[in-house]
């Protein structure tokens, strides 16, 4: 998924199946909103609650790891870290 623009939230829709020998029946059971913004929560397995569309308290817990990728900014401060006869190093800040 490609953007312009990182929004600061993500909506997970949970739906549920119901099935029985004659029908099959999908219903919304809630919604969880996970923060995009907040760094410390990517990359490892992380819970939300889940909020009954209606009634809006706690039906589950949505347990869920992502990453957010991002083009980094502009390299700021450049400055030679390491110097050998075939390879220089250059660091900077982020």
């Known amino acids: 998924l490609s953007l312009d ?3 600061s939230q993500l909506v997970c829709y ?3 199946r119901k099935a029985s020998l004659r029908n099959e029946e999908f219903t919304l059971v809630g ?3 996970v923060p995009l913004d907040d760094y410390k929560h ?3 397995l992380s819970k939300w609650g889940v909020i009954d569309i ?3 308290h706690r039906v589950a817990e949505l347990h869920m790891s992502y990453s957010v990728c ?3 900014s502009a390299v700021q401060r450049p400055r ?3 110097v050998q006869q075939t390879r220089v190093t250059i660091s900077w800040d982020p």
């Open 5 to 7: 623009h990182l929004d």
């Open 14 to 16: 949970l739906w549920g």
């Open 31 to 33: 919604w969880a909103i």
């Open 42 to 44: 990517q990359r490892k």
């Open 54 to 56: 209606h009634e809006k």
């Open 70 to 72: 991002t083009t980094p």
């Open 80 to 82: 030679v870290a390491e």
